[in-house]
Nanobody
Framework: QVQLVQSGGGSVQAGGSLNLSCTASGRTSGRTFSRSTMGWFRQAPGKERELVARIGSGGYSWYVDSVKGRLTISRDNAKNTVYLLMSNLKPEDTAAYYC???????????????WGQGTQVTVSS
């Protein structure tokens, strides 16, 4: 079994920056993490959970159009950790952010194997 533990987030004014991190732990965490696609989803009140960024085991990254140029996903396989660096944040980025791991190369919310506990990001105008 693998657990994803998130840290970071919080509140910031528009234009500010926040960082999120997510570390995998558990008996098979190292093997699972290195071969998994890792991603960050977000869910605002009343809205569906959406994938905002993902990074494959080989380091290839993808972003939803609304965050391109502002959010950066990266991973450190030696530390079993994935990061989301967020800059130039906007009020519409306000949501609960969830780390996710998928053994499927193209991650979607329907093929996530493990979820983090979620962390709130609030951007005020």
């Amino acid at each position: 079994q693998v657990q994803l533990v998130q840290s970071g987030g919080g509140s910031v004014q528009a234009g500010g920056s926040l960082n999120l991190s997510c570390t995998a732990s558990g008996r098979t965490s190292g093997r699972t993490f290195s071969r998994s696609t890792m991603g960050w989803f977000r869910q605002a009140p009343g809205k569906e959970r959406e994938l905002v960024a993902r990074i494959g085991s080989g380091g290839y990254s993808w972003y939803v159009d609304s965050v391109k140029g502002r959010l950066t996903i990266s991973r450190d396989n030696a530390k079993n950790t994935v990061y989301l660096l967020m800059s130039n944040l906007k009020p519409e980025d306000t949501a609960a952010y969830y780390c996710a791991a998928s053994e499927t190369m193209i991650m979607s919310r329907w093929n996530v194997n493990y979820w983090g506990q979620g962390t709130q990001v609030t951007v005020s105008s």
